[in-house]
């Protein structure tokens, strides 16, 4: 006789759920990481929550400048975000994505520093956008090359492809310096602005929205509907099925983790000819992990991308706001933050998997 007692808890994995259910579970997790994280507010400061979420909600809207900044990081870690897009569809875990901005930042540097008083500033930023691209494909297409001929961990090797591009960095960073002894590249070609974007409908990063909307639209056509976009789907799901199919898994994998360095070299060239106009070892900023969040929780869907890009700079931003107008620590405002990311990344759980209580049936999904 079985006496085994039924455990309090299963876990049963979802059907795939309609999206304004996933979505719906998703709000009521950013909602109630708002209630939690009032509570931790009120506990810890005795400050009025409603007056913090004030505080960070100016932080990144408060005034046109604020708006702008936080517009233009948007853009920047959504841009990142559409590179890892390919790459993760295909579980190629690309860490790397930090070592691509900055090697597409270096070459955008180096041109403009070398090019900036012989070629017009649109010629140099076509000839800078180009290189920069191929300068990411490389950084990608190494780790790939690797994995596909000698099944090596993409992990730690696109990893490890970071700490020489920060070192590739420093190098160049001493190479440039100016003023000597500064530590510091300098703002380059202040005087000229040689090869800094222009004003696009008299907004001062109008280029950069123009640039990653493109490539945001671009993305989501190629991964929904070309034969490429299926190709990487269907080696995400399985290799083997992949070979069955006649698909040429090594092909596919140096294809789209050229593609992904590619767009990530972008994002450095998009980081210095468009914002910082400087290069430095902080130029990618840690965005390049951050996209991950940004590229997982979208489930690849570079329109979905633009919105939880937004969140993340708007709570980055707010969190900067709080800490500096009540006086907090880095580490509380920081506390709130990864309390939202928490829930919001908990969502994912629910609506994914079914929590089943002891002795309900099996029945709705």
């Not at 690849?300 to 931003?317: D, G, P, R």
């Amino acid at each position: 006789m079985n006496n085994k007692k039924e455990p309090l808890l299963r876990i049963a994995k979802r059907d795939l759920l309609p999206w304004y259910k996933a979505y719906g579970i998703r709000l009521a997790a950013v909602l109630v990481s708002l209630v939690v994280s009032g509570l931790f507010i009120f506990a810890v400061t005795k400050l009025n929550p409603v007056a913090v979420y004030e505080a960070i909600f100016d932080g990144a809207f408060g005034s046109p400048r604020r708006s702008w900044v936080t517009v233009r990081d948007t853009m920047m870690l959504l841009c990142i975000g559409i590179g890892l897009a390919p790459a993760f569809k295909m579980k190629f875990w690309n860490i790397g994505a930090e070592g691509q901005v900055l090697v597409g930042g270096i070459v955008t540097a180096g041109l403009m520093r070398a090019l900036g008083s012989s070629l017009p500033t649109p010629v140099l930023l076509v000839l800078m956008a180009i290189v920069s691209l191929l300068a990411g494909a490389l950084w990608g297409i190494i780790p790939a090359t690797f994995k596909a001929v000698w099944n090596t961990n993409e992990t730690l090797f696109t990893l490890m492809m970071n700490y020489v591009a920060i070192q590739l960095t420093s190098y160049c960073v001493a190479l440039w310096e100016n003023p000597f002894g500064s530590n510091t590249v300098g703002i380059i070609n202040q005087k000229t602005k040689a090869g800094w974007f222009p004003r696009v409908f008299g907004l001062e990063y109008g280029l950069n929205i123009l640039l990653v909307l493109a490539l945001t639209v671009g993305m989501f056509i190629y991964l929904k509907y070309s034969k490429q976009g299926y190709e990487i789907s269907v080696v995400g799901d399985s290799e083997r099925t992949a070979r069955y199919a006649g698909i040429n898994v090594k092909k596919v994998t140096i294809r789209t983790m050229a593609i992904s360095g590619a767009i990530c070299g972008m994002a450095g060239f998009i980081a210095v000819a468009g914002s910082s106009h400087t290069i430095s070892t902080s130029t990618a900023g840690g965005r390049g992990f951050t996209a991950i969040i940004v590229a997982w929780l979208a489930q690849f869907n570079t329109f979905v991308m633009i919105l939880i890009s937004l969140l993340l700079v708007f709570l980055q931003k707010g969190a900067i706001q709080i800490a500096s107008q009540f006086n907090l620590n880095d580490y509380a405002s920081q506390i709130i933050t990864g309390i939202i990311l928490f829930f919001i990344l908990g969502s994912e759980f629910f609506i994914n998997y079914r929590v089943i209580l002891r002795g309900r049936k099996e029945a709705a999904k």
